[in-house]
């Protein structure tokens, strides 16, 4: 039994990367080692900054010989067939086979393929750089003159066999028995003979904590003793945590001050500095229960005077930092919301689809319109769609783009919007992720859903949407906020019409945009050229030209109906846009669990209204789940099979009616299944218009002892083409009737 | 090996700048001049972004007076600059050693290795108007980014190799570090103890002023804007002429006139991509003549 130690040792790994890699390579070397035959009783790993490593205890010394016998040819077999047989065992001569009898075939050949085993320090010798070779980092490089790539220059490679280096060459690189320290506490090189040696050189005079755990431990208990001596709390921070984690090999948690005049700013406004630009902790006061003015830095030294320097060093930086902030912050408080809000005009927000000023009139309008929808007061959305963009002209959001919404609010508040505006403004961005809540408050959803839907909307109207990987406007992500939204507060929609009215806006943004251009006579002929392109407005420059005609005759109703016609040309990406919904709606049912299948049986009845949709898919699923359901969709798929076939032979008649004197002459199963569909049809038009699909599906259950009745004991295809027609159109009926609930065809089963 | 050491600290903004030159000509860097030409970076530079094309071997190293109309903050700022330096390295291919000679050279100038905590945190390097990018690191001492470290990956579009290490130390932010001073202005820039002490203020400070007045106020966007349109016409010009070198130049001067615009906050996010992309195809365009012109004066 052995024992290998792999380190691979390279200039700074990024942080957000050590863990991945580590868990690759272990993976990638156990993959190799089971391959190649070799077994063990542990494999460990560990990562750190400048290095990843792999132990790997009690491995086998030698791979087992194999032994593989092959069967061949009959012996007299063509000498095709017994070429082929040597070329596949990898023979030069029959000779080298066996000749084995068998009772009842006779004689026939059989190849004996030996591999004796290797040893273990061979198979390590050839996997290692193969491993490094094909190893996959989220962004790799190549350096110097060398071909080979890894995430950073690589410098070591050591590799280490019961105590003994495994010799080999990557790219130039030799493998050898050499590690390395900390840069300033303890370089090394150190010499190593096997693990307990390694982590005793490393962790002793190399300064290195090894893993991970170690790492995290250290800073925890670190911010622990920091802040209890200091009265302070920890604003617990993972995500960071598990960066600074990555950031250096000997941590030392370092307490630093802050000048407590900067605590006038919004706290959003110092967390952010310090995480994002510094990556320090922020810290709570224990009595107050608000930011301190302090900051937690991971140093990666112990230093000669304690810290003392570094923690100002940093402490000069931050406040380089929020000096920044603050002047930023004064700028914008010294200037009104409203004023920040006319900037807007000045920004484009996408060259067609006119300046974000346009944007904010279309979204006040559409947020005033769907006011009512979601129990907000129109005038206070109207109010907050105005105000909602204003932060993106403000110098603080021009540093912290993260902080678009966050600042909005906290300038209404300033300029004494009531506090639903105000909240409505750092909201309406939401939600901006899969893990990001969506706003909950009537006059944040309004806001929210129509800033979306007049994005998704002109971004439709000018034919720019998402292909493939590519989603450079993030559309995807704002038709799932859409229906997040919506489903979150059961918000009832109907998407077509409330896009295909709000589409008036945008096109007449669209017009409007083009038109100036006419006039100042600097006519972008080729980007209105690209903007008809799009297909919906092959017709779009000759409306544009008609607009300018009658400029000097306004009449408003030409103008109405030329637009009207325009719309109608645009009913091809107002549906494109619904299946876009469609789409995100499947994604996001199918991952709270809801079947694909049952998703798109309810789609194809043209519903638009997302909150009914999911109503209907989740009953349906309930009633697929019983034994009535399970049995009336297979019913429907023998009824929809037979009528697919009738239309293979040809058209079926159109208006297939049941004629009600054949039915009464034919046999009972039939009567009993005509009795049933009449009744059902009526008795499910009740609760549909309830909305009570739950209740429909319990009237379309009653159908199901008819159906298969009538399968069991009628014939469809009667000699009689009369009686034949009476009952396909039976059959009709019955795919008919289903269909009103959902369309069963594209359920799987 | 023993612990790093620091040498002595230096006497102003001006020694740091000689250590530095003495330094990377110890490395045997040929030490240039600054590029006569408005650049917002001293990776614009053709002695950076076209050397670092091609298959010749290639060290340099030279400061950069860099202008950044948009960071002009009228002199009131003591941490932000409209025009200020930059001390750039570029090794081709880079030496194993490079990260080890980075570090010396921050010891050079007085940064005491114990007491300092100079971390490299991942900062993936690009500059889109010249369709360049890299690997590598921003360099921070105690919180503070002294330097960018980048191995170039492309430059032009085009994949580079042998890989150029690129090392650019913002001067000013250096040496306020090096001299616990909190406001640039304040800086010493000659010796202070010589005949005429003169700081950083004495030499910058009403630039600073006249100059931020120019980037927001005085200057003439449209002008600005057929200027950006003769530049690209002058550049692309050239490129069809054969002549990457001054088409380079005039994607310089085009690139410039774009952050003068963009200093006035004239023009959107949008039409800021489609000037940005206009300069990268200057850009791009002179450099890609440029490596092949190199490669076949290197095959001849």
Redesign the interface.
Known sequence: MAELLLEIFS??I???MQAKAESDLGAALEKALGEAGLSWSALETASG?RRLTVFVDGLTDRSADVKEERKGPKVGAPEKAVEGFLRGAGLSDISQAEVRSDPKKGDFYVAVIETPGRDAKDIIAEAVPAIIRGFHWP?S?????GELRW???L?RITCVLDGQVVPFDVDGLASGNETEGH???G???YTVTGRKDYEAQLSGAGHVKLTRDERRQVILDGIEKVCAEASLEWIEDKGLLEEVVG??EWPVVVLGNMDPDFLTLPPEVIQLSMRTH???FAVNDKKTGKLAPNFI?V???D???GG???A???S?????RL??AR?FWDLDKAKPLEEMAEKLS??????ELG??GDKVERVAALARELAPKVGADPDLAERAARLAKADLVSEMVGEFPELQGVMGRYYALEAGEPEAVADAIRDHYKPQGPSDTVPTDPVGIAVALADKLDTLVGFWAIDEKPTGSKDPFALRRAALGVVRIVLDNGIRLRLRSESASHSIHVILTILQNAAAELENGDVKVRELRELVKSGAFDRAEKTLKEIKVQESQPSQSRKDKEINELLRSTEGWHNDLLSFFADRLKQYLRDQGQRHDLIDAVFALGEDDLVLITRRVEALGAFLDTEDGANLLAGYKRAANILRAEEKKGELPENLSVNADLIAKGPAEEQALAKALTEVQAAIETPLEKEDFTGAMAELAKLRGPVDAFFEGVMVNDDDAAVRANRLALLTQIRDTLHRVADFSRIDG | MTAPEAKSKPKSFQDIILRLQNYWAAQGCAILQPYDMEVGAGTLHPATVLRALGPKEWRAAYVQPSRRPKDARYGENPNRLGHYYQYQVILKPNPANLQDLYLESLYEIGIEPTVHDIRFVEDDWENPTVGAWGLGWEVWCDGMEVSQYTYFQQVGGLDVFPVSGELTYGLERLAMYVFGVDNVYDLPFNDPESDVPLTYGDVFLENEKQQSAFNFEHSDVEMLKRWFADCENQSNALREAGKPLPAYDYALKASHTFNLIDARGAISPTERQAYIARVRDLARGAAAQWAEQEEARAGA
């Open positions: 200039e700074e990024p942080a957000r900054p962004k490089m190549r350096w110097g003159a995430v950073r220059p410098q840069r300033v506490h370089r090394g090189p950031l250096a510094q990556k320090y830095v140093a990666n030294i230093a000669a005077d003392k320097k570094l100002e060093g940093n000069r930086v931050l406040s380089a000096d920044d002047f000045t920004i484009a927000f996408k060259a300046s974000l």
